[in-house]
């Protein structure tokens, strides 16, 4: 059980500054990602596209402005859990017990929620039936891939996961590769690779298929997949795997007791606190009249959140507001002072 | 400025005018249209403003952008009268176009 003065959810830009402000008022925290980096949306939709309104920053990308954000960090020990989700938040003597997907638990007076437009999960197949073999004969993402031996695997989808999984499997397994166009947006050199085991009959390719329909009893036996022209095929297989990238779906949070609005948190704008006493929204996932998704509107809430944190962690003692110009205290956090 | 169709999936329509230079998505965020999410905010790197256009106006309307097939990929069941709405911008030439949008978008 891990101890914290704060616990973030999110590593994007917000939950990153909110990270500098608890750490620079004196409070420790760590961080949950569910993705395996750091820089939430910023890192995962659009590192490239250049950003213009962030405040005397004319123009930066997302991946610069993430960088920028963890060179600020740098001071400062911070812990971040990335790959991890948090599944489970239950009150416990006061305090609130944190649990994730992998395990890890922390006790904690405080949660800051900076979740952008929730976490980033696996685009599913659309027909209801297929939940009831996820994980037994469908799959999202491939852990083991030694069950696949000798068996008939059919891949669904266009990008480098699907191409790459298709010639992988190839080797062991009878494989369906099944796209719902004519272009793949893997790479070129995958493809090349695919379309040579096509022909030397080690693939199956299916082009503007989609899935339709599933069918088994126990186990998943065979699939229809419909062409765009309406015409049906059915497949025999044993597995199905999906990759259509990633979606944002607010998850687990939405079990959490909060007052929700559509996929945002409602807070108040004093301490960005939830109607739960602890937990904080902050950055895109909070919502209050007025709010504006914007960056700089997620440093702001940080900020304010993290003196909140202030009261909860350290009940003993006051809180004073100093500035890093000036506070003798501050800089020797900040590491410029001894 | 174009009259623009939004049909829900639940067949709910609502016309609405549409000033020249928004997109399609705009325009239904704008007015409070369900059933358009747009998450990334018209960046083209998410597919939760996806649309099937009528099937009359789809070659009618400005064609696809680079790399919106990609995004569509990864939409909530696309098919092949698919559209990102943020990557369709709205002129005199759009009057009357209609839109259904799909069960769900994530």
Known sequence: MIKTDALIIGAGPTGLFTAHQLK??????????????????????????????????????????????????????????????????????????????KGTEFNTPNIIIAGGVGSFEPRKFAPKECEKYENISIFYSVKNKSIFKGKT???????????DWAVELSKDSKVNLIHRRDEFRGAQSTLNQVLELEKNGKINLYTKYQLNKINGDEKLENIDILHDNKETKNLKTDYVLGFFGLIMQLGPIANWGLNLDKKTINVDTEKFETNQKGI??????????????????????GALAARACFKLARPNEKYRFEFTTTSTKLLKRLGKKE | MAKITYIENNGKSHTIDVENGLTVMEGAVQNDIPGIDADCGGGMACATCHVYVKEDWFNKIPSKTQGEDDMLDQAYEPKSLSRLSCQITVSDDLDGLVVNLPEKQV
């Open chain 1, 153 to 163: 695997v059919s891949i669904f989808g266009g990008g480098d996961s699907a191409l």
């Open chain 1, 280 to 301: 904080y929204a902050v950055g895109d996932i909070c919502t209050y009249p007025g709010k504006l998704k914007l960056i700089l509107s997620g440093f702001h809430e």
């Open chain 1, 24 to 101: 620079l008022i004196g409070l420790d925290c760590e961080i949950v990602d569910n993705l395996d980096k750091i820089g939430g949306q910023c890192i995962e939709l659009y590192p490239d596209k250049p950003i213009y309104d962030i405040p005397a920053v004319p123009e930066c990308t997302g991946e610069q402005l993430t960088n920028n954000l963890i060179n600020q960090l740098k001071p400062f020990d911070i812990k971040f859990h990335l790959n991890e989700r948090v599944e489970e938040v239950k009150k416990n003597n006061g305090l609130w017990k944190v649990k994730t997907n």
